[in-house]
């Protein structure tokens, strides 16, 4: 039986890699090179580390390898945007690649490295702030219709200006990492994998994505809001994702620092790390998730499809809301840490949303609950998600969660999945050691 194409792409390009392999071997052996051939290579090479078999719904199927098979040509460190932009370019499509990513990278720079700011995407669109506010004021543009006319334009215009710089696209058969010990992140950025497949992210901090231009949408409930467009991490369309050991942070621009305009937060940020588009086969692990408000999205909308992710061992501080906000699909939470100690303006108001019928299994997850917090808080949904929940702990106690939220509340979550993972690896049988060791263990800069 033929492969399927993803499957094909990964043996070609193993099989390129152990040519090259070979190569390298034979050359070492005649005295023509060293067996390492880079600083940072050898047994321990992050960069061409793979996700481990039965670790969650992406190592389903064929795996994610993500760039493992890469040729020297496509193996390169990066230190600035423009290196960043050039090695996710280079080569065929959906040739294997490694991208190690040294010391932070501002997104918000022009292909010289010179920092741009809100002001430089604005410059030339006609679009002020002033003008939007003045055109867009419910007392005069009512609350029915989403803006329309000459300051939209000019925003969209600006703001389509923006992502020509912050948005940077992931291509299938890719790792990108962070070298270890060198503070490596993305701040301002948007890493966007959409419809490829076999990616790897590991070992970044995602930093402050903030969107200049955000749109304001007077029909968004009751009283309208401000939306941003960007996330950190976008996955739309994507298969077999490794994102792990990252950090995802508002820092150093907090919410309480947005303005309000028309009696709303003027909303910088959008999500951390959205799953959505029929995303399938995603596994989330030891991430630090700090600072934020609307964290994670499973699911675009509640027609969305396929949806099967894996969330274990990450940490959740400081989070308003969306830890996840899962739809339709299959979602496994295990050994992760919920936090809802209020943090730099950041209150809590739910971490897990079950919706539009998803399956969600939780099992021996750690919520720390702070004094202004109820158990039956934790939990939201819509009345049609289920949450079988197994082992998880409020503050060092098992606690029926679904039973806390359905005494509390009218839309009732169902406490049965109909399904049972198998890919679990690493399940650890009791919570009660989270808080302090995914402390040492989650978030960037812990690999070496």
């Not at 390129?16 to 070979?22: F, H, N, S």
Request: aromatic content about 6%; glycine content about 10%.
């Amino acid at each position: 039986m033929p492969l399927p194409p993803s499957s094909h792409r990964r043996s070609s390009a193993r099989r390129r890699l152990a040519l090259v392999t070979t190569g390298l071997v034979a050359a070492a052996g005649l005295g023509l090179l060293p067996f390492a051939t880079r600083a940072d290579a050898g047994a321990a090479d992050l960069a061409h580390a793979t996700l481990p078999a039965q670790d969650g719904w992406a190592s389903s199927g064929s795996g994610t390898t993500g760039g493992q098979a890469a040729d020297a040509l496509h193996d390169t460190t990066v230190s600035t945007r423009a290196e960043l932009v050039k090695a996710l370019r280079a080569g065929p499509s959906g040739a294997p690649r490694i991208i190690r990513v040294k010391g932070r990278i501002d997104a918000n720079t022009d292909d010289q490295g010179r920092p741009l700011t809100c002001a430089d995407y604005a410059q030339g669109t006609g679009y002020t702030l002033a003008a939007y506010l003045k055109a867009y004021d419910p007392a005069v543009w009512g609350r029915s219709k989403l803006p329309s006319g000459a300051q939209e334009s000019a925003r969209a215009a600006a703001q389509a200006k923006q992502a020509e710089r912050v948005g940077l696209t992931v291509p299938s058969n890719t790792t990108v990492i962070g070298v270890p010990g060198t503070g490596a992140g993305i701040s301002g950025g948007s890493l966007l994998v959409q419809k490829a497949d076999n990616v790897i992210i590991r070992n970044l901090t995602f930093a402050d994505t903030r969107d200049c231009f955000p749109q304001w949408d007077p029909t968004d409930g009751s009283e309208g809001n401000w939306n941003s467009a960007y996330d950190a991490v976008t996955l739309r369309g994507a298969t077999h994702v490794w994102a792990d050991h990252n950090t995802f942070t508002d820092s150093p621009h907090f919410d309480a620092a947005n303005p309000r305009h028309f009696g709303r937060e003027y909303q910088v940020h959008d999500g951390a790390l959205d799953i959505t588009n029929a995303s399938d086969l995603v596994t989330v692990s030891y991430n630090r998730f700090a600072d934020h408000d609307k964290t994670m999205l499973i699911g675009s909308s509640d027609k969305d499809s396929k949806l099967r992710v894996t969330l274990h061992h990450n940490v959740f501080q400081g989070i308003v809301q969306r830890a996840p906000l899962a739809r339709v699909g299959q979602v496994h939470l295990y050994n992760n840490h919920f936090d809802t100690t209020p943090r730099n303006g950041y209150t809590h108001g739910y971490s897990v949303n079950a919706r539009a019928g998803v399956r969600i299994v939780a099992q021996n997850n750690h919520w720390t609950l702070s004094p202004d917090r109820k158990t039956s808080q934790l939990l939201s949904g819509d009345g049609t998600g289920a949450f079988a929940g197994s082992g998880n702990m409020v503050n060092g106690s098992v606690t029926d969660l679904v039973a806390a939220h359905n005494a509390a509340n009218k839309k009732k979550i169902k406490p049965e999945a109909t399904w049972k993972p198998a890919l679990a690896r690493g399940l650890e049988a009791s919570a009660a050691d989270l808080p302090a060791s995914l402390a040492r263990r989650a978030g960037a800069g812990v690999l070496k």
